[in-house]
């Protein structure tokens, strides 16, 4: 089973600045076609998580440029640049290699001060 | 536009089973790839199980194993969760989600999310 690690548990970030999540997995996230199944959500307070990056890197339909997936392999990186209010919420990293396995990461809280 | 909506709240005792609905529309399911996630009060996401209908397959977590079972009817575009032997720990919000395609597969990767079900087991 592949287990997914994110830090920080939480952050807090003042609006404007830049919110960087880490996600690490345990084993090697890149398939035999060539592609990396990780996948970034935002969990926010009373919504359904929302899909934010699919494939390491690609944002999905209507997610700002200002989120930016990066990271290949076992590591990986969310960056948030010019943070909003609206980006309040948990942050997930999900991996789904394997069809039909799917494992999350522990969430990141971010909090704006 | 694809959307997900679940079906409505459920208070269950401890022992019994749940049965969540899921029913698409703008979209089929038989194409896609349905999972089940679970958040508990004050935890994270867990992923139950999932399907791909048009392969008739469907795999579980190893911590539901047993107790769970996710179907699909084509007819009404419905998936449906059932959850048995419920326990207090099983209390939580359960969410259905439905993949995308990218380059041809469209199969991985929860795009498209229902808005929830609150299911409280209580005595």
């Known amino acids: 089973e592949i287990v997914m690690t994110q830090t920080p548990l939480s952050l807090s970030v003042t609006p404007g600045q830049t919110a960087s999540i880490s996600c690490k997995s345990s084993?090697?996230?890149?398939?035999?076609?060539?592609?990396?199944?990780l996948y970034w959500y935002v969990h926010k307070p009373g919504q359904s998580p929302q899909l934010l990056i699919y494939?390491?890197?690609r944002r999905f339909s209507g997610v700002p440029d200002r989120f930016t997936g990066s990271g290949s392999g076992t590591d990986f990186t969310l960056k948030i640049s010019r943070v909003e209010a609206e980006d309040v919420g948990v942050y997930y990293c999900?991996?789904?290699?394997?069809?039909?396995?799917?494992?999350f990461g522990g969430g990141t809280k971010v909090e704006i001060k | 536009q694809v959307q997900l909506v679940q079906s409505g709240a459920e208070v269950k005792k401890p022992g019994s089973s749940v049965k969540v609905a899921c029913k698409a529309s703008g979209a089929t399911l038989s194409s896609y790839g349905i999972n089940w996630v679970r958040q508990a009060p004050g935890q994270g996401l867990e992923w139950m199980g999932g399907t791909i209908p048009m392969f008739d397959k469907a795999k579980y977590a190893q911590k539901f194993q047993g107790r769970v079972t996710i179907t699909t009817d084509e007819s009404t575009s419905t998936a449906y969760l059932e959850l048995s032997s419920l326990r207090s720990e099983d209390t939580g919000v359960y969410y259905c989600a439905r993949t995308y395609c990218s380059d041809g597969n469209c199969w991985r990767g929860p795009a498209y999310w229902g808005q929830g079900t609150l299911v409280t087991v209580s005595s």
């Open positions: 494939e390491g890197s």
């Open positions: 084993q090697s996230l890149l398939h035999s076609d060539g592609k990396t199944y």
């Open positions: 999900m991996q789904n290699k394997e069809l039909l396995v799917l494992t």
